[in-house]
């Protein structure tokens, strides 16, 4: 078996950077972890994550604008 780490994230400094995002910090009880290399792509991860997981045809403004202010720069 082969195992494949894939590293992505934008070059800051010499240090990569990733924005992340984790479904429990937006008070929901679940461990999914979103990361990417923009907050678009998170949001697109996340959208999709919202939609299988916890059933959101479509996440509300109120709800976006949380998300945006629990995203973390991750090293």
Not at 45 to 70: F, Q, R
Request: net charge positive; charged share 30%; aromatic share 6%.
């Amino acid at each position: 078996m082969v195992s494949v780490l894939l590293f992505y994230g934008v070059k800051k400094g010499g240090v990569y950077i990733v924005k992340v995002l984790r479904c429990s910090d937006m008070g929901v009880q679940c461990d999914w972890i979103g990361r990417a290399e923009t907050e678009q792509e998170l949001f697109k991860m996340a959208s999709e994550h919202a939609a299988t997981v916890h059933g959101m045809k479509e996440i509300p403004k109120e709800l976006l604008a949380k998300a945006k202010t629990l995203i973390r720069d991750e090293k």
